[in-house]
């Protein structure tokens, strides 16, 4: 299926290549918005709940630097990316299967294998391809993954910061106290959230068993878990490492939250590089 590129839409860092954009058009039609950067085995990052590809810049840059092409996309509903409708106003309704098979459509359409990687609710998609498409998966990396249900608070907070209803000042606490380790500064994912595309995201949660993508399928994997992180405690992703068992491995990220991304990004691009030369 066609994709057109446009010239590098992000300025490159120091050492750092930049980020070109580009528009992949699905099997129903929908215009996906990805950021490329990168030459080497393909590395494709799907972002958190309700939040986009741009998330990814930085970190994109620094694993590219290591030898990888990295793909980050914006999901349905999330900017340049608009649903067809196909999936929003299903019978039945849509599933976490229906939105990996965006993932490998992208994956398709720049060869066919690749390293996945999820930050937040986008490690559960990433683990759903694992299960449906095993021999396209080279490895799972998961940015802030936790085992079973959220806490109630968590799901409280992730209420809270989807709802561009909600007044400043308590969106604000909750994403800091949600999202950021204690002294580390919100205010970069202050914008940036699509609640249209949170309700299909959560609607899909909603439709699938957990135990169906629990375990990413047969893929090596790797947990990198913040510290402080309060949407996803340690102990949730040290029960997923047990529940995995030897194919897992974990890292600890102190002084970082939810958001460990944008708190300690090159801590985890340390450790997701490491990661991904093994496989």
């Known amino acids: 299926l066609p994709i057109s590129t446009s010239a590098p839409s992000a300025p490159s860092g120091a050492g750092h290549p930049a980020i070109a954009s580009k528009v992949f058009v699905s099997s129903d039609g929908t215009c996906f918005h990805l950021r490329t950067v990168g030459r080497g085995d393909l590395v494709v990052i799907h972002p958190s709940l309700a939040r986009g590809a741009a998330d990814f810049d930085d970190i994109a840059r620094v694993i590219a630097a290591a030898g990888f092409q990295v793909v980050s996309f914006d999901p349905r509903g999330v900017g340049a990316t608009r649903d067809t409708g196909a999936l929003m106003a299903r019978t039945p309704p849509v599933t976490l299967d229906d939105l990996a098979r965006d993932v490998m459509e992208i994956v398709r359409a720049h060869g066919g294998q690749a390293h996945l990687i999820g930050h937040d609710y986008g490690n559960r998609v990433m683990r759903m391809v694992?299960?449906?498409?095993?021999d396209m998966v080279r490895s799972i990396t998961l940015w802030g993954a936790g085992s079973g249900a959220p806490?109630?608070?968590?799901?409280?907070?992730?209420?809270?910061?989807i709802d561009n209803k909600v007044p400043f000042q308590k969106f604000r606490a909750a994403l800091a106290e949600g999202f950021f380790a204690p002294g580390n500064d919100p205010s970069v994912w202050y914008t940036g959230w699509y609640p249209v595309a949170g309700a299909l995201q959560v609607k899909a949660s909603e439709h699938t068993p957990a135990a169906r993508?629990?375990?990413?399928g047969n893929a090596?994997?790797?947990?990198?878990q913040a510290g402080q992180d309060t949407i996803a405690p340690p102990e949730r992703s040290e029960k997923l490492q047990a529940a995995i068992g030897p194919r897992a491995q974990r890292v600890v990220i102190d002084k970082a939250g939810h958001c460990l991304v944008e708190e300690q990004p090159d801590a985890v691009a340390k450790a997701t590089v490491q990661f991904l030369r093994q496989h």
């Open 151 to 161: 806490p109630a608070r968590a799901i409280e907070i992730l209420t809270i910061v």
């Open 220 to 224: 090596p994997l790797l947990i990198v």
């Open 213 to 216: 993508y629990q375990g990413g």
């Open 130 to 134: 694992a299960v449906l498409a095993p």
